[in-house]
């Protein structure tokens, strides 16, 4: 997404300016060891208007990536980037602007770890500008530890904005929003062969050269792809695997260890523990598109066959306000509760508003779970809201008695929310597409809230 101003006032009051985004090009390198991945990302950006703009771009990254280089050429110029104080980079690219001067400016975006802005600066009529931004990050376990999934956003959808009551573009951008976009993007990607058995994609028809001696080579088996979908790939791991995964490199060390049935039962000395769902469930005007409600409704039927007997539960549906199915804070799992939770299920819409998921949460913190019972919350939600910083301090606050498993439904859901919520209170996530049977999801997220929950492992 971008915001597209003209560097001239007077010139900008006057006229409308009807080229969106003046991106030409992305490509993408990326280099996967173990479950670490060093991503390069190029975009070319042209100025076919007739005077100078300043073109401000957004674009999506993984929540827990670092990005540790940027560089822009135009011209015969090469600029590389230097890590300021926020405040203080910000002056100096307003003074540079204001001088004439060509100035570049890559920032997070405060409210959301999962976009990155890049103010271009002044771009000239006819010049073209290569910004190549390069990051590293740790890739995701699922399949319970037998996969490593890789994925590069490529999509930003508008997001709700509680302090404005209405959907708002990420970072002030004031770009049209489209489900598909005319711009192609190039994929390369080499993946260490040491203990991978398989590598695959959901999301695009890939080739995967194994001719090389120690790396696969994968890139999109058609030329011309869209930019108009994440890129998911999954590195299947040997099955002669330990449950310990190790990675060491210089300066650092990363570990992943999936503890077995037995270690469960260790740590947690035979202590019985109960267990209480709560479901929270979207319902805003967003959730209209894509057929999301419709996923919602599918997860929840089954779910609903498929909670223990005499366990407790509650629904609490979400958008510009909250609902609970029941006044008191969960109510057992009998055959007359079923009933009232299907009706509730069978009847639901996205016709609640907009997005506060902070106030479901709120009330949850405020009201914990009884001693000796353990909380599992289900969210399902399309995640299109832009307090995501705030939402997950919050749910921070409650991982002492609480664990979160998270639905991202839909093409673009905002992955920053999705996997935060999940990691910071040692649940898990998952994202279902458009179109996609919920069956896999479902079970996969309820068999890992089922399962004990180790806490204070100590590594030496």
């Excluded at 037998?146 to 951008?173: E, K, L």
């Excluded at 993946?191 to 696969?216: A, C, E, L, P």
């Excluded at 509760?337 to 405020?366: C, H, S, V, Y």
């Excluded at 399309?382 to 093409?411: K, P, Q």
């Amino acid at each position: 997404m971008l915001r597209i101003k003209s560097s001239l006032d007077s010139i900008d009051n006057r006229r409308q300016l009807h080229e969106y985004v003046p991106l030409k090009q992305v490509s993408v390198d990326a280099t996967i060891k173990s479950f670490a991945a060093d991503v390069t990302i190029k975009q070319v950006f042209r100025n076919d208007e007739t005077i100078p703009i300043e073109t401000v771009y957004c674009f999506p990254i993984e929540e827990q990536a670092a990005v540790y280089g940027f560089v822009a050429h135009i011209d015969d110029r090469e600029i590389i980037a230097q890590l300021k104080e926020k405040t203080e980079a910000q002056k100096e690219y307003t003074d540079a602007l204001r001088q004439g001067h060509g100035a570049y400016l890559l920032e997070q975006d405060e409210k959301s770890q999962d976009n990155f802005i890049i103010n271009v600066g002044a771009l000239l009529p006819g010049k073209e500008c290569c910004i190549t931004i390069s990051y590293v990050s740790e890739l995701d376990l699922i399949q319970n530890g037998r996969t490593i999934r890789f994925v590069v956003p490529t999509t930003i959808a508008p997001r709700y904005n509680p302090n404005q009551g209405d959907i708002s573009s990420p970072a002030g951008t004031t770009s049209k929003y489209v489900q598909s976009s005319p711009y192609t993007i190039e994929f390369h990607c080499q993946v260490d062969k040491i203990g991978v058995s398989r590598i695959s994609s959901s999301s695009h028809s890939i080739q995967v050269d194994v001719g090389q001696q120690n790396v696969y080579v994968i890139e999109f088996a058609q030329q011309n792809t869209h930019l108009d979908r994440d890129i998911l790939l999954d590195i299947d791991l040997s099955e002669n695997r330990s449950n310990t995964i190790v990675a060491i490199e210089p300066g650092a060390v990363m570990a992943s260890f999936m503890p077995t049935d037995e270690d469960c039962r260790r740590a947690m000395n035979n202590a019985t523990i109960t267990n209480e769902f709560m479901f929270i469930i979207d319902c805003s005007g967003s959730m209209s598109s894509e057929s999301k409600i419709e996923l919602a409704h599918q997860a929840m039927i089954l779910f609903l066959k498929s909670l223990p007997v005499h366990c407790h539960f509650n629904i609490i549906r979400f958008g510009s306000n909250y609902q609970t199915l029941f006044n008191e804070i969960t109510a057992m799992y009998d055959e007359e509760n079923a009933r009232k939770a299907e009706q509730l299920i069978n009847t639901m819409r996205a016709d609640m508003g907009g997005t506060e998921l902070l106030k479901p949460f709120e009330w949850l913190q405020k009201y914990p779970p009884e001693q000796s019972r353990a909380r599992q919350i289900f969210l399902l939600t399309d995640g299109e809201i832009s307090n995501v910083s705030e939402v997950l301090d919050l749910c921070r606050s409650m991982s002492t008695f609480a664990r979160i498993f998270s639905f991202g439904l839909g093409d673009s859901p905002s992955r920053s929310l999705v996997k935060g919520l999940a990691r910071t209170t040692n649940g898990h996530f998952v994202f279902i597409p458009p179109k996609s049977s919920v069956d896999v999801y479902v079970g996969e997220q309820l068999q890992k809230a089922l399962q004990s929950c180790i806490t204070n492992i100590q590594v030496k």
